[in-house]
């Protein structure tokens, strides 16, 4: 009689712990769910951010809504025109423009610097919302020769003499900055900076 009950009792045990094993992995999918949605938000929140916080040129995609920020915040529009076969292009981005960008004392503070990569086939939005190759437009703009820089205002007019190739590639800040300050004259912008990069950011941490 013992026996029977330990048996009973033996089988209710085992009955209870299959119930409680396929109820704990009946959650177990969801739980995992959860955590991959998790991640996957993480993923795309970094990915949002790191767009927001270039340390590189964006690429131009609307010049319309890029020339209302400008008309907002009183900001000339730097666009360097490339290709992807242009070697010069290359250095000129890894070795000014990017680290410029990636200082974070230009980008909406001293202007609003894009790039126009001239080989791409996606079209751009223009100023009067008409959508258009960007190699037809750099053609129509006479920058079709790269790297070219154009500083132009928030209605398209030149606004500073372009940057065409590169001379010298250690002063080639120095020049951006020499046109910006041209720029600023010309839009009537009470604003100078330094001559050189090196000499705004001790500006900069001088009056921080």
Known sequence: MRLQNQNQTIQASKHLFGLGLAFFLSFQPIV??????????????????????????????????????????????????????????????????????????????????????????????????????KSKWAYQLNADLTPTILFIDSRGQVVAERLVGISELTLFSALVHARLNEAYKNMGIDKVIPATPEQLEKQTKATQ
């Open 32 to 133: 995992f769910a959860s955590d991959i949605l998790d991640d996957l938000s993480v993923l795309q929140n970094t990915a949002s951010n790191e767009q927001v916080t270039t340390d590189k040129l964006i690429e131009l995609t609307d010049l319309q809504k890029l020339a209302e920020q400008s008309e907002k915040k009183g900001l000339p529009i730097v666009l360097m025109f490339s290709a992807q076969w242009c070697e010069y292009c290359d250095v000129l981005k890894e070795h000014a423009l990017n680290p410029m960008m990636k200082s974070g004392l230009y980008e909406g503070k001293l202007g609003l610097f894009r790039h126009v990569g001239i080989d791409e086939a996606e079209p751009l939005v223009l100023l009067t919302g008409e959508r258009l190759k």
